[in-house]
């Protein structure tokens, strides 16, 4: 199966989803809510590189 090529915001945004939702389980809300907060500004950063080149 051939891999697609997501950009960069996408992976940053899934792959933070999911560690946040691994702290959900863990009922680490407020860990959860930190990942959230750090992921939207990291895949906005990566987003504006992309729009950029």
Sequence with gaps: MERENFPQYYTILFNGIADALKALDQQETSRAWDILVRIQQEAK???I???ET
Aim: charged share 50%; proline share 0%.
């Design 49 to 51: 590189r992309a729009e």
């Design 45 to 47: 950063d990566a987003y």
